[in-house]
């Protein structure tokens, strides 16, 4: 089982929008909703990327309370409130692995990546379905080194220099993975866009 | 560098790891509006999040959700006066009793402070009381109003030593001439009058009725609307209930 057809039918669900609205008047049943909506989700994403209960616990917190703060950022009009407080999520539980790990935390990029109005228009693509299903295949015909590089990317937080040293691999190397595993998912993408 | 060059960096950048100086570029071109770019980002943030996709499912625990419910608690401050939200209003009251006491009688507005000051006091004392009833673990709740078109929507929490408190949202301030009665309806009998209360003009309201409740032998609490005075028994639908 995976965790998407919860992320579509959440999605889809009429009441994002109306959902995005009482977060902004600041109703706590609102928030009630939206963790009833998105939590499975957020705390699955953020346990795979720090793999330990308690942190998890602490960071879907945080997820949803910088998301209750943050609310009037974001136009319920026109976006879907998942993929943003996914993104919200997995940036909290990166930034916590950078913190541990001793890594440099560059904490005011994550923050621009889950600005709300990045997420303006989103859901429309983001729902495809025949979308979804051709990404996630081109993401299973990459090697497993460019597999490697995007989950290092995506579920640490890594850069390529960081990953070039994780994994003993020369940068040009690593950066070549990255480009052909980022063109063929994008290719797929442009495939099921125009589609 | 051209959109060309940049176009390697656009999921990078959606995940927060692109380093400069593309980084740098990147932003600074994004900043300038170039449409190409701009769409290129997004689809590549649609893309990535696409990524959660590989995520095997955890469930968190039932915990989680109490906890983060209970930690924006301080919007609730508008109902659980907190001391220093008191000592603010105080002080308010002080004030205008220095400036408007230049003009009145000083006497009666002296009273007239001490009055306030007095009421502010009972309303945090009614508060807090309300709190530690809501920190007891033997408290049972109950919520009512969910998936109603237009509900008071809210909560009951029965504490057989302590009482019961109703927290209620969407509950627009009584008409003139009209209060909420709420009551304790014991299983298989009649509903017991159990206090009145007003809403404020945000539809909030909260009403603690003091004093020992037998909570197995209750089946609901219910609150009608009814004339200034209250009523022994229920004259109206009620518009709220909570099945315990
Ligand atoms: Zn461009």
Not at chain 1, 48 to 58: F, H, S, Y
Not at chain 2, 57 to 66: F, G, K, T
């Given at each position: ?5 919860l992320?579509?039918a959440?999605g889809l669900?009429?009441g994002?929008?109306?959902l ?14 939206l ?26 917190q ?13 136009d ?7 993929p ?11 930034d916590?692995?950078?913190s541990?790990?001793g890594?440099?935390r560059?904490a ?8 709300p109005s990045h997420?303006?228009?989103?859901e ?6 025949d979308?979804?299903?051709r ?8 090697s ?6 995007i ?6 937080g890594?850069s ?8 003993g691999q ?9 480009r ?16 | 560098?051209?959109?060309?060059e940049?176009?390697?960096g656009?999921?990078?950048y959606a ?15 994004l900043g300038?509006?170039?449409e ?9 943030r649609?893309?990535m999040a ?6 095997p ?10 906890r ?19 000592g ?12 408007a006491?230049?003009e ?16 502010l ?35 009951v929490f029965?504490?057989?030593r302590?009482g019961v408190?109703?927290?209620a949202?969407n509950?627009?301030?009584?008409p003139p001439g009209k ?6 309806i014991?299983?298989?009998g009649?509903?017991v ?9 945000e ?7 003091r ?12 609150v009608t ?10 004259t ?8 315990l």
């Open positions: 089982m995976t965790l998407l057809p992320l579509l959440a669900s009429e994002d929008r109306e995005a609205e009482r977060l902004q008047r600041r109703e706590p049943e609102a928030l009630a909703e963790y009833d909506r998105y939590g499975r989700l957020a705390y699955a994403l953020i346990y795979r990327i720090v793999r330990d209960t308690g942190a998890a616990e602490d960071l879907v945080e997820t949803f309370l910088r998301v209750w703060n943050r609310a009037q950022g974001f319920a009009g026109k976006g879907s409130l998942g943003w407080l996914l993104a919200v999520a997995r940036n909290r539980a990166i916590y692995l950078r541990t790990s890594r440099l560059n005011l990029e994550l923050e621009e990546t889950e600005h997420f303006l228009d989103l429309k693509q983001i729902l495809n379905s979308m979804v299903r990404v996630k295949g081109a993401f299973a015909r990459l497993e080194n460019q597999r490697a590089v989950e290092l990317a995506y579920f640490e890594l390529q220099t960081e990953m070039s040293e994780r994994m020369p940068l040009g190397t690593v950066k070549t993975w990255v052909t595993a980022l063109q063929i998912l994008r290719d797929e993408l442009g495939a099921a866009v125009s589609a | 560098m051209s959109c060309d940049l176009r390697d656009y999921e990078l995940l927060g790891v692109l380093e400069d100086p593309e980084r740098s570029e990147l932003r600074e071109h300038r509006g170039c190409v770019c701009v769409a290129g980002v997004k689809r590549a649609e893309a696409v990524l959660a996709e590989t995520v499912p955890v469930a968190p625990p039932p915990r989680l959700r109490r983060i419910l209970a930690s924006v608690g301080v919007e609730r401050s508008r109902w659980w006066v907190t001391p220093m939200w008191v603010i209003s105080l002080s308010c009251l002080v004030a205008a009793f220095y400036y006491g230049r009145h009688s000083l006497g009666i507005q002296m009273a007239r402070v001490q009055t306030q000051s007095r009421q006091l009972e309303e945090a004392a009614r508060l807090n009381e309300a709190l530690a009833l809501l920190n007891q673990p033997e408290t049972k709740q109950v919520t009512f109003g969910e998936g109603a078109p237009k509900p008071p929507r809210g909560r029965v504490n057989p302590q408190l109703l927290l949202s509950l627009p301030p009584a209060i909420y009665e709420m009551w304790i014991p299983k298989g009649n509903p009058p159990a206090g009145l209360f007003q809403s404020d003009a539809g909030a309201a909260m009403h603690l009725r004093g020992p409740v037998d909570v197995a032998a209750t089946g609901a609490v219910a609307l009814e004339a200034e005075g209250g009523a022994p028994q229920p109206s639908t009620p518009l709220i209930v909570a099945a």
